[in-house]
């Protein structure tokens, strides 16, 4: 059987791939692997989703399996998750469970697990926990079935710990803040405005229906003319479970997660915060990125893609920063995983304490064209053992030299291998990435 898990969590198509028994069970079988070993006397998980229409019955069979299990559950609603993540950590739960799928569209939903004290899970625990569904146990009885609790003020107590990790204050600076019309609608905004900054709204009206529905991190036109027509210094995009952060500078031009991490980077080390004088990014993050830090004597570590590999190897070493192109930042003094209400107000505050303007502090990365091409049908597993292949991608290294990078990467779950090229113009990435795709196709195929 295919393995159940991605690389961040569970997703399909709500009521067809995603089902409400599957939700269920799944639901058991993770609170049985993750309270096993519960210090509280009365095992702990907190629940939460996300605006899609599917969470809101998803999220009450998770909550049921949950309870059947005999855990508790806080059932903290519409939230962000990354307040799913701190309130985990926050409330000293065993694990935490969020529904949602992220920037996917509206019909999608996913099942996220977050571990005691907040953290993604590892491969190994995952794999525990489909071994577990497979082995379905009865439950407990009378007084020992969980109880569900709501109320608390999640949104609150998230809000709080947001501003209470920022010491500069942003009044003077006007931003428009597109909250996709998903979980950050109401936090975002409300965070800018506790630091004193002036914000403009735009997609915070959630239906259930319009989240990501051309608005947020993956949809950035709006929030552009929004910029523009208020004269605001700067934008702001989550996407629908605000686990990403995308900015838009005064001029409407947008500033990714690499320049973001590249700015934060900067801030950090003056500030004496950047520990070890590294940042931690993925294999595919811009070439210019690692051209900025070489430049102001910051180290890049890589990892594979997902940002639940950049959390892994920032705890295992003790780095402080890290992220993805994609916008997905985490800074692991204020949070366990990737936080675009957390990232966008500290970005505001670097340009707070900089006295400078977003185009100013992106400036030190300049982003080299970047041109992506999926071959399917092909053999990923020969990729790195292919003679014909391998001179290929030599040619293609020693005709762009230190001004560029090639990249093929297997995907993860399907037959296909993505070629990544990285020029100085656009053009030259486009040919090259072209050429290294045929080559693949040909002599890879199926």
Known sequence: MARLFGTDGIRGLANRDLTAPLALDLAMAGARVLSAQSPRERPL???????RASGEFLS??????????????????????PAVAFLTHDSDADFGVVLSASHNPMPDNGIKFFARGGLKLPDDVEDRIETALADPQPGPTGRDVGRVRTGGDPIGRYVRHVVGTVT????????????ANGAASVAGPEVLRELGADVIEIHTGPD??????????????????????????????????ADRCLAVDADGNVVDGDQI????????????????NTVVATVMSNLGFRLAMSANDINVVETAVGDRYVLEEMLRAGYVLGGEQSGHVLMLEHSTTGDGVLTAAHLLARMAAAGQPLAQLSAVMKRLPQVLVNVPGVDKSAVGSNAAVQTAVKAAEDRLGDAGRVLLRPSGTEPL????????SHDEAEEIAADLAGVVQQHLSL
């Open 45 to 51: 998980a907190v629940v939460g989703r996300d605006h």
């Open 60 to 81: 009450a069979a998770v909550v049921a399996g949950i309870a059947a299990t005999g855990v508790d559950v806080w059932d903290v609603g519409v939230v962000p998750t």
């Open 168 to 179: 500069e204050d942003l009044s003077g600076l006007r931003v428009v803040v597109d909250g």
């Open 208 to 241: 259930g229906y319009n989240i990501n529905d051309n608005c947020g991190s993956t949809h950035l036109d709006d929030l552009r003319a929004a910029v523009l027509s208020e004269g605001a210094h700067v934008g702001i995009a989550n996407d629908g479970d």
């Open 261 to 276: 991490m590249a700015v934060l980077a900067i801030g950090m080390k003056q500030s004496g915060r950047l520990r070890y």
């Open 417 to 424: 291998i993505r070629v990544m090229v990285e020029a100085e």
